[in-house]
């Protein structure tokens, strides 16, 4: 007989039954108790957390002023309704109050009563939500509650919550509650929820009823003829929207939601996209400063110098009625400057990529077809070499290389804080999300592999032996079909309730040390149901990258984790990551205030400046246009390639892998939110040379550099180190035109020779007036009412002339403006007239400027190569048209100055 005892005593229990005899019985007993011990675990909410409280009290206080209505009160003909009785006005006057004390500058005001409640992801909303609802029910006496989520795996999460918390509000509130989830096939419930007087909730996902085909909305005979919508009706549900932005605001829904007659509607995301009446705001920036979330370090691994590879990420697919489907592909792109950068592209059938991306890698990679698999619903890309890929996968990386570098990163990770963490009783868990089941479940899959390689060599570097039991440690949460196959369709997922219960089922037992797993891995789509307070590592070993994906799996690890009692311990270690920017970068831009952004400008032409004949006679002289000629030796530059490519370094493909940890967020005066970071460290690792493609360089490199083949060949002829070139050959070559037309364009910009035209720039061609977000200067005396300004010399420069008398008129010179140089045309800063008048005989005499406005240090102006030679190209175009006066300078009172003024023409200002 076995005598059950909680904890350590029913181990105790099943050891002394331990007997030769009855080896297997105790055996699985043992397990069976093992795991009732872990289920002991059992989370903690703590009542008194004062930013949730604050969350909870901007809605209550809402009605502040209603009466609490007794259950018999709001009794209609059977069924128990809600009831606020109130005015609106006054509902109107206590919402304005508390989004001003909340310092809510944009509350959205609207009429009807639908509220928004913003609070960051990992600081406890869900929480909050189910704490309002019997809040609401203390205070007003409201009693029937819809949570309306988004998913599946948002319903078995809430249901979680509120099964583990039953006992945490019962404490606080005294009150009986029934909570449950909404079931088509159980009318009888819904029945059963309108005709009680007791505290009901009801989750539900949208798609229950989003179509006139759902149970919801039909009439059955189950129900006595009637819709069980008009039965909801009859109550008035308070609808509490979690994740609103998840397709609660489409036109459907919107209507949808109307006919359930809601007495009021409360909306609590993180990012919301439809704001209305927002009440309450927790944003990153409060979160994290306040340490409301875990913090964060950010370990990016990523491929280097894989210009040479051939490689292709399928992004998407997209089909539209009537045209071909396309796909979104990532490849190699040779830019315009020669160099190469991965990018996004629209590919469809018979599209050549090498004739895309002008890259010769791709060469003979032609689209054959793009579909999607009727079979498995997952889109594919096929190429006429016969290459297959489907939607999220990728070829030509080395995957390998860059996966295994991820993990092991992740479990030295894990092991450090495992071992920082053991004596607060707090267990590690580290989370890993794929794209691919079968690269995990199948015994030979290429994760599963690298865990195990790299689980070995971690173990042993850190404690000196084997690891023992690996099985244990590990283990995948995944989704099958309905004929018990894994599965990487999001759709199905999606629909899956098995998986979620299994992962909510576990959370509890995950965090007990008696448990010995402690690397989770699961599919990036199952994303949104894990949010395990202990994950401390997330490791992305996606195929395919979006940046809200990335923001949903990070969001997974920010909560705070608890010990062995289930208590919370804030900030006990930081939780490691793989990209800063994708949650924290964007979220910073999307909490910067609108109203902080430029207000859009109005630029009006000032017709008496514009008509005068001062600027008539300043046109006159700088509107003159010019053609160059450039003459060299080419042999010249042939003996500076060969001595500048023979220094080039091209070095070959690897994996680095950077630590950034993020130390803070800030917020500038104009409201601009400023992630602050620090560098953690990096690692590089060689990955060998990839398969080089066939690579024309002399080609390829004539193309490029305006330089005739032969003086090419003769260039790579004289190399003596020609081995770098096969080492990774798209690199060489992305390096070489660059270096090359460098040293081309030095030797034209040397030898060019300008010769003025009759040719003009005409006066027609400004505009009356235009608009602007950029920064814009009111002044009085320019060509147009105000001066847009790219920096602060600019600004200050505007100001000064436009204050100074002998200044008859001056104007920024618009875009179209352009001087012709060897490489690449460029616009000069500002035209200005400025007047100089004899005391003694009262005669004017005016002179005309052209001026760059530039800093300046130690005397000399900060300029880039390409701006200094652009600049040598203008002084040269000017004095073919007649104008000597062509300055550099960072201000203006030194232009007003006679005897300085010559040192800062542009000539003598050390270019």
């Not at 005979?221 to 998840?246: A, F, H, T, W, Y």
């Not at 590690?428 to 195990?452: K, M, P, T």
């Not at 803070?664 to 620090?678: A, L, N, R």
Request: proline residues 4%.
């Amino acid at each position: 007989m076995i005598i059950v005892r909680p904890r350590q005593s029913l181990l105790d229990d099943a050891q002394r039954f331990y007997d030769v005899s009855i080896v297997a019985y105790c055996e699985s007993m043992i397990e069976y108790l093992r795991h009732y011990n872990c289920a002991m675990l059992k989370l903690h909410f703590e009542p008194n957390l004062q930013y949730q409280l604050d969350a909870i009290a901007a809605v209550t206080r809402l009605f502040e002023g209603a009466p609490y209505v007794r259950p018999e009160d709001r009794l209609f003909f059977g069924v128990y309704a809600n009831d606020l009785r109130i005015e609106p006005a006054a509902v109107s006057e206590n919402r304005n109050r508390i989004a001003k004390e909340a310092g809510i500058l944009n509350p959205k005001p609207v009429d009807e009563w639908d509220f928004s409640v913003e609070m960051e992801t990992g600081t406890g909303k869900t929480y909050v939500y189910l704490r309002t609802i019997f809040e609401l029910n203390k205070t007003y006496g409201l009693s029937k509650f819809i949570i309306l989520v988004p998913s599946i795996a948002v319903k078995e999460g809430v249901l979680k919550t509120l099964e583990i918390a039953a006992d945490h509000f019962k404490s606080i509130y005294s009150v009986n509650h029934r909570a449950f989830a909404y079931n088509s096939k159980k009318p009888a419930m819904i029945r059963s929820y309108a005709q009680s007087g007791d505290l009901q909730i009801m989750v539900m996902n949208v798609q229950a009823f989003n179509t006139d085909d759902r149970i919801i909305n039909q009439e059955r005979d189950s129900n006595g003829g009637e819709k069980l919508i008009e039965l909801i009706r009859q109550m008035r549900p308070v609808i509490i929207m979690d994740e609103p932005q998840e397709g609660m605001d489409s036109a459907n829904m919107v209507k949808r939601l109307e006919e359930l007659n809601p007495i009021l509607k409360l909306r609590y995301s993180a990012t919301h996209k439809v704001v209305k009446n927002l009440i309450h705001q927790l944003t990153p920036f409060d979160a994290y400063n306040k340490r409301l979330v875990k913090q964060v370090e950010v370990l990016s691994v990523h491929e280097e110098n894989k210009e040479s590879s051939t490689n292709i990420v399928v992004h998407g697919v997209d089909f539209e009625s009537g045209k071909q489907p396309h796909a979104r592909i990532g490849v190699m792109v040779r830019l315009t400057g020669g160099g190469f950068k991965m990018k996004k592209i629209k590919v469809t059938k018979d599209d050549d990529l090498g004739k895309k991306t002008k890259n010769p890698a791709y060469e003979g990679w032609v689209v054959d077809r793009v579909w999607k698999d009727l079979g498995d619903e997952i889109s594919r890309v096929r190429f006429t070499n016969g290459t297959e890929l489907a939607e999220g996968a990728s070829h030509g990386a080395d995957k390998e290389a860059v996966f295994r570098e991820q993990i092991r990163l992740t479990i030295g990770s894990h092991f450090k804080k495992k071992e920082r963490l053991k004596d607060q009783n707090i267990k590690v868990l580290s989370l890993f999300f794929i794209d691919r089941v079968a690269n995990y479940q199948d015994e030979d899959g290429l994760i599963r592999r690298l865990f195990i390689e790299c689980y070995g060599e971690e173990y042993r570097k850190k404690y000196g032996k084997a690891a023992a039991n690996v099985a244990a440690v590990h283990n995948g949460y995944f989704a099958k079909t309905g004929k018990g196959e894994w599965t990487d369709s999001e759709a199905a997922m999606s629909k899956n309730a098995e998986i979620f219960d299994l992962i909510m089922r576990d959370k509890e037992q995950l965090l007990s040390f008696d448990e010995p797993l402690e690397f989770i891995f699961s599919h990036s789509a199952l994303g949104v149901g894990w949010d395990n307070p202990n994950i401390f590592n997330i490791c992305t070993l996606n195929e395919i990258e979006s940046v809200i994906q990335k923001r949903q799996e990070i969001g997974r690890g920010l909560r705070i984790c608890v010990d062995q009692t289930g208590n919370r311990v804030r900030d006990p270690e930081k939780m490691e990551s793989g990209d800063p920017e994708g949650f924290w970068g964007d979220r910073a831009k999307e909490l910067t205030p609108k109203d902080a952004r430029r207000a859009l400008t109005k630029v009006c032409r000032n017709k008496a400046v514009f008509e005068s004949s001062d600027f008539d006679r300043l046109w006159e002289v700088i509107s003159r246009k010019t053609k160059y000629t450039v003459h060299f030796d080419e042999q010249t530059i042939v003996d500076d390639c060969v001595r500048n490519l023979d220094g080039l370094s091209v070095p070959p493909p690897r994996v680095q892998a950077t630590l950034t940890r993020i130390t803070g967020m800030e917020q500038k005066k104009d409201g601009e939110i400023v992630i602050g970071t620090e560098y953690g460290g990096d690692n590089v690792t060689d990955i060998g040379t990839a398969s080089a493609p066939k690579v024309d360089l002399v080609s390829d490199l004539s193309n490029e550099t305006w330089l005739s083949m032969g003086a090419v060949e003769q260039i790579l002829d004289g190399m003596r180190n020609q081995k770098k070139i096969a080492q990774n050959p798209v690199a060489f070559l992305s390096k070489a035109s660059s270096a090359m037309k460098q040293i081309v364009k030095h030797a034209m910009v040397r030898c060019v020779r300008y010769e003025a035209l009759s040719d003009r720039y005409s006066k027609d061609d400004f505009k009356d007036a235009f608009e602007t977000y950029q920064n814009a200067l009111k002044v009085n005396h320019g060509v147009y009412d105000h001066v847009v300004w790219d920096s602060k010399i600019e600004e200050q420069f505007a100001q000064d002339i436009d204050g100074e008398n002998r200044v008859r008129c001056f104007i920024k010179l618009p875009e179209w403006y352009k001087i012709p140089t060897p490489i690449g045309s460029y616009n000069p800063d500002w035209a200005l007239v400025i007047e100089k008048r004899s005391l003694n005989e009262g005669e004017a005499t005016t002179y005309h400027f052209v001026v760059e406005t530039k800093g300046f240090q130690g005397g000399v102006p900060v300029l880039n190569e390409e701006e200094r030679e652009k600049i040598g190209c203008a002084i040269q175009h000017f004095k073919a048209i007649g104008l000597e006066e062509y300055y550099l300078t960072d201000s203006f009172p030194v232009l007003t100055d006679e005897d300085q003024r010559p040192m800062w023409k542009a000539e003598n200002t050390r270019l």
